[in-house]
């Protein structure tokens, strides 16, 4: 079955960086596209970009644009995501999830389980 | 950026209700859609897609109804396993947005 695995806790100091990972099982990794997601502890979903993992191409959030950067590694099923110059807002959980089209209409159907980023000094 | 207004914020609900969620997009995104539920410390997961489209595996007592504008999300007969929080996606265009979550607890 479709599976997202990513990778444990983080615990950095404003100004830092974070990459998450997000191994994928159980499907064709090439075929789909990978949305990432972040919650803030108590709050709503906000979506923080998304790549192909066909072409690399991506697209981001305006809000993140020049602090986030999405990668797949095509060769061990993962993507990646890179979040520079942590502020203490950027703390939350952070997932990953398969962005993906039936019948026409896009959905993200397997979410992984989540990542915690806490940024404190 | 399309705005996803999600009603209500909370709801308390017996089980055997019938509980109704809406969400209005700040524009038309046609059937692009998706709702999910939440419950604490878990990942999303995915109920209706296509607006009306029932996903795999998900109770036949979830039903998804709308287009353009105005969308709901209807529980014919709340389950004991259906406290939890729900959100509406939009996907007709990025950045993708979501409705800011329905919390339904057991009343």
């Known amino acids: 079955q479709v599976q997202l695995v990513q990778s444990g806790a983080e615990v950095k100091k404003p100004g830092a960086s974070v990459r998450v990972s997000c191994q994928a099982s159980?499907?064709?990794?090439?075929?789909?596209?990978i949305s990432w997601v972040r919650q803030a502890p108590g709050q709503g979903l906000e979506w923080m970009g998304w790549?192909?993992?066909?072409?690399?191409?991506?697209k981001y959030a305006q809000k993140l644009q020049g602090r986030v950067t999405l990668t797949t590694d095509t060769s061990t099923s993962t993507a990646y995501m890179e979040l520079r110059d942590l502020r203490s807002d950027d703390t939350a959980f952070y997932y990953c999830?398969?962005?993906?089209?039936?019948?026409?209409?896009?959905?993200?159907?397997?979410w992984g389980q989540g990542t915690l980023v806490t940024v404190s000094s | 950026d399309i705005q996803m207004t999600q009603s209500p914020s909370s709801l308390s609900a017996s089980v055997g209700e019938r509980v109704t969620i809406t969400c209005r997009a700040s524009?038309?995104?046609?059937?692009?859609l998706s709702w999910y539920q939440q419950k604490p410390g878990k990942a999303p997961e995915l109920l209706i897609f296509?607006?009306?489209s029932l996903h795999s595996g998900v109770p036949s007592r979830f039903s998804g109804s709308g287009s353009g504008t105005e969308f709901t999300l209807t529980i014919s007969s709340l389950q004991r396993e259906d406290f939890a929080t729900y959100f509406c996606?939009?996907?007709?265009?990025?950045?993708?947005?979501f409705g800011l979550g329905t919390y339904v607890e057991i009343k």
């Open positions: 999830a398969r962005d993906f089209m039936i019948s026409g209409w896009y959905l993200f159907d397997s």
């Open positions: 159980g499907y064709s990794f090439r075929t789909y596209d």
């Open positions: 790549i192909s993992a066909y072409t690399g191409n991506t």
């Open positions: 524009q038309t995104i046609s059937k692009y």
């Open positions: 296509g607006a009306s």
């Open positions: 996606l939009q996907t007709y265009s990025t950045p993708r947005t």
